[in-house]
């Protein structure tokens, strides 16, 4: 496994996620019926999250680069594959929110889509990058 490039795929895979949900930040407090600026006064995140998802994408991205490498993946197709695949456990997980808890499908959705682009993303690199 490349420790650089399970480095940089989480550095990327946070960068997306601040971009995704600076896209979606409106759609998901319009679902929530909340302020999209509700997680702190300046409308950011508090660093407390931003760091727990910089530490979550280190755990995914050597999860990712562990399996990867096990299976002997290679390649920018074989590892968007492999990262696709992989996704089914997050959506069904978000999905379980929608059918338990209430969670609105199109927030649920917003999350699944967040996790589908991570996880593309980290295969990616760390599938072509070894």
């Known amino acids: 496994m490349n420790i650089l490039?399970?480095?940089v795929a989480a550095v990327v895979a946070f960068v997306s996620s601040v971009v995704w949900y600076a896209v979606f930040g409106?759609?998901?407090a319009d679902l929530r019926g909340t302020d999209a600026a509700a997680g702190s006064d300046s409308g950011t995140p508090p660093i407390w999250a931003m760091l727990f998802v910089v530490a979550?994408?280190?755990?995914?991205g050597f999860m990712v680069a562990y399996f990867v490498s096990r299976l002997g993946i290679t390649g920018l197709a074989s590892a968007a594959g492999f990262g696709a695949l992989v996704w089914i456990f997050p959506a069904a997980i978000l999905l379980g929110s929608v059918v338990h808890e209430g969670v609105p499908l199109a927030l649920a959705g917003?999350?699944?889509?967040?996790w589908l682009v991570k996880l593309l993303l980290i295969a990616a690199i760390v599938g072509v990058w070894h």
Request: neutral net charge; proline residues 0%; charged residues 10%.
């Open 56 to 60: 979550q994408s280190l755990v995914v």
């Open 5 to 7: 490039a399970i480095l």
């Open 26 to 28: 409106k759609a998901m």
């Open 110 to 114: 917003i999350h699944a889509g967040d």
